[in-house]
């Protein structure tokens, strides 16, 4: 293999293969990139075998061929190169080396066979379909801030994507809950996209799909199948495995008569429950929120730090009501309006609060209170 | 010279015998009314119990400990002349000893008695250590005017109470750290009472194996063997930074203990790091039913212990021994802490159906830690769990009715598998 190729290029191809690369892992292989140069183009591909990215860019190929090395360490030395240089990639069959060069700096890395290199059996899919990034990217944008950590509940590690119905038709619908908060967000359904089955997308691929999404202008094509989930722009395709168990029915979950409704500016809102936050003790971090006609007073009791107060003119006609939540999980939700007012709709201290922006039902959260 | 009759507790300054009731069992040593800490430890406490419940078997070699592949828990001291030890297995015991009475642990008399025991080591001194049901350090530093006797007195008062009112014996170590006290009561079992006082504390430590330095194991012992130290006087030779540089932390504390410097203070409240029970079965099992009917149980030990406690805790660890002496351990931390059977067992559960091992087992065990107030306990409420808040307040109610009728008045039927 012997191929030339602009720096910059080679770079932005690179950088999606190596994060996805685990840093410590015990297959060296693994640690890898494959790089297969043929007509004129290089592709570089990269797993942790439950993710596989394949990044494709426009090179000069002298001689095809393919070859195998470190992911992490090619991907230094090229962001070190001067911007603008032309790289060489050869390799020497003979020593097991792939000689980088670029002006007058020369590199040698040790490959490993290409032979080894595990590439991700090819599936097929059920449903394909074209989605513009900014909706996907608002999908799952607004979804994964409540992603479960918790590994004994491995099933709510990932976002589940599934066909729904919402309120003015069927719509491709993204839902993370940790069962402290739950995030539900819909987006207009995508030709083709009827018959997808549902999928927990995992967090991992959630985030490193993100870097395929930044693009306003682009489109993605998906592909869905029970196992597996594809989203490939023209130069980069990701291919993830999706978690295999089953999303809890969280309809169920999600009120609907609640009736005490709240508005109030979110980002006023999120600052002062973050002042109050400040005194709460670290572990249990709660607020409690007690409201009155067009009031609202924040409050932190903390017998061991101390003790905070804030007063907020807010809309709320309904009975007095005293509700406490955890204050990470109020900035979280509240972080998430950037358009409109936020509304919470409360029913009593016990019951799970559900919180919107202005009337949008298309992106929904519910937060769990807390005794205070 | 203080002497000090064991038998009258009267005090005397020269004799071999006790001036008012002629008793031969007397104290002497010139420090005697200087010493305040002393450890106590009742002798071969389970036997001794079981002989006094049961007179049939006061001449008799008795061994407590229970099982079919059981281990010795304690036996008396006519069976340790045959050689029988704790932790031996039954079966060698047996060997050693064919004619020996066994007898199960009833563990609630031993708590209980245990209590008694306590009582009467509270009205000497607020100022008491427990290590287990049998054995306390006891601090009387200062308690001397308030008594209106030095502590070896009230000691000495103290085990003799404990023969004529609950009909057991134990032996006190006395001296003036816990290093040595502890010490000092293994000196003279049984019925002994054993001083080391500040004088000769060098002489006694010097030629002793280092094994007797508590925190000194199989591997520790080996190393320092390998450093060329055998005996105290061994280490006496070593200076301070090399012990500290060869040996970590363990050195320096080496450094101390081998002089007899030991500044721990005996701590009225050992602060609780974690609640766990376990259970050893009877055979090896890898029944998933009747596994989940012990993580049941072991659940609801653990959350009845944390509740007597007014505790919770943040961390849930299964602990898995199996058959072939492999121990598993998971753990998993929850959102916020939780004293409640409920949600113990369910992330024990979920633990144990993630373990992706397969049995048999040998043991099970159940813990909490990173404890927290139970003021911080159960306060948030998981979504996807509506049914939790009437579990939790079914479990509330069943323990309200576990108070006023007994344990047993209500169960769950999962906790018969």
């Avoid at chain 1, 097929?124 to 918790?150: C, G, H, Q, V, W």
């Avoid at chain 2, 040595?180 to 430590?205: C, H, N, Q, Y």
């Amino acid at each position: 293999m012997k191929l030339s190729i602009e720096r910059g290029t080679l770079l932005k191809a690179l950088a999606q293969a190596q994060s996805v690369v685990e840093r410590r892992n015990t297959i060296p292989i693994l640690a890898n990139v494959l790089i297969e140069a043929e007509g004129a183009n290089v592709s570089f591909r990269a797993t942790d075998l439950d993710i596989e990215v394949l990044d494709r860019a426009p090179a000069m190929v002298e001689r095809a061929g393919a070859t195998t090395v470190s992911a992490v360490m090619l991907h230094e030395i090229i962001r070190k190169l001067p911007d603008g240089s032309l790289v060489n990639l050869s390799e020497d069959a003979a020593s097991g080396r792939l000689t980088i060069a670029a002006g007058r700096s020369n590199f040698s890395l040790a490959t490993l066979p290409k032979e080894d290199f595990p590439v991700m059996a090819s599936s097929e899919y059920s449903s394909n379909f074209s989605a513009p990034a900014p909706m996907l990217r608002r999908l799952f944008d607004k979804a994964k801030f409540a992603i479960s950590t918790e590994e004994t509940r491995y099933y709510l590690n990932g976002v589940y994507l599934h066909v729904s119905t919402g309120d003015s038709g069927p719509v491709l619908r993204a839902v993370a809950t940790d069962g402290h908060r739950l995030a539900r967000i819909d987006a207009t359904l995508p030709e083709g996209a009827a018959g997808m089955p549902g999928v927990i997308v995992p967090r991992k691929t959630v985030n490193e799909l993100r870097k395929l999404l930044d693009d306003d202008d682009a489109t993605i094509a998906v592909s869905v199948s029970e196992t597996k989930v594809r989203f490939a722009t023209p130069v980069i395709t990701l291919t993830s495995k999706v978690i295999d168990g089953t999303f809890p029915d969280y309809t169920r979950v999600i009120p609907t008569g609640n009736t005490r409704r709240l508005e109030v500016d979110a980002t006023e809102f999120a600052k002062a429950v973050d002042r109050v936050a400040t005194v709460s003790s670290e572990r249990s971090r709660a607020v409690k929120l007690s409201l009155e006609e067009d009031r609202l007073i924040l409050s932190v009791n903390a017998p061991d730090s101390g003790a905070a107060e804030e007063e907020l003119a807010v809309a709320y006609q309904d009975e007095r009501l005293e509700i406490g939540f955890n204050a990470k999980y109020l900035l979280e939700i509240a972080s998430q309006v950037d358009r409109e007012n936020a509304v919470f709709l409360f029913n009593s201290s016990g019951d799970p609060t559900l919180m919107r922006e202005g009337n949008d039902m298309s992106a929904v959260y519910v937060v769990m209170p807390m005794r205070v | 010279m203080s002497n000090l009759c064991r038998d009258c507790l009267t005090q005397f300054e020269t004799g071999a015998r006790c001036p008012a009731c002629r008793s031969p069992r007397i104290l002497a040593h010139a420090e005697l009314n200087d010493l305040s800490i002393a450890h106590m430890d009742c002798d071969a406490f389970y036997a001794s119990v079981e002989k006094r419940d049961n007179p049939d078997l006061r001449d008799k070699a008795v061994i407590v400990g229970g099982g079919t592949r059981g281990v010795v828990s304690t036996c008396c001291y006519l069976a340790r002349i045959h050689g029988v030890r704790s932790a031996m297995p039954m079966f060698q015991a047996l060997k050693l000893c064919p004619d020996a009475t066994v007898v199960k642990p009833r563990m609630s008399v031993y708590v209980e008695t245990s209590r008694a025991i306590r009582a009467l080591m509270e009205e000497l001194t607020p100022a008491i250590e427990p290590l287990s049901l049998d054995e306390a350090f006891l601090d009387l530093t200062g308690t001397t005017r308030l008594h209106g006797a030095p502590p070896a007195v009230m000691l000495a008062r103290l085990v003799k109470r404990m023969e004529d009112e609950l009909g057991l014996t134990g032996s006190i170590g006395l001296s003036h750290n816990k290093f040595l006290a502890k010490i000092a009561s293994d000196l003279d079992k049984p019925r002994g009472f054993s001083v080391i006082g500040r004088a000769e504390t060098e002489a006694f430590l010097r030629p002793k194996p280092v094994r007797i330095i508590w925190g000194v194991g199989t591997a520790t012992q080996a190393a320092l063997d390998s450093a060329g130290i055998r005996t105290i006087a061994d280490l006496l030779r070593w200076d301070r930074g090399d012990l500290n540089a060869r040996f970590g932390q363990m050195g320096e504390r080496l450094w101390h203990l081998s002089r007899g410097q030991d500044h721990r203070r005996v701590n009225r409240d050992e602060r609780l790091k974690s609640i766990s029970k376990e259970t050893t079965f009877f055979d090896d099992t890898s029944d998933a039913d009747l596994l989940d009917g012990h993580i049941w149980r072991l659940s609801e030990q653990v959350a009845d212990r944390a509740k007597a406690k007014h505790l919770s805790g943040r961390t849930v660890t299964l602990k898995l021994k199996r058959a072939d002496f492999t121990l598993i351990t998971r753990r998993h931390s929850l959102t916020d802490p939780t004293q409640l059977t409920d949600r113990i067992y369910r992330c024990a559960k979920d633990l144990f159906e993630q373990s992706a091992n397969k049995g048999p087992y040998r043991l099970i065990g159940v813990g909490i830690s990173d404890l927290a107030p139970e003021a911080e306990a159960d306060l948030n409420r998981d979504l996807l769990d509506p049914n939790a808040p009437k579990r939790a307040a079914a479990e509330r109610a069943a323990d309200a009715i576990r108070a006023r009728f007994g344990k047993e008045a209500i169960i769950k039927g999962r906790a018969l598998r």
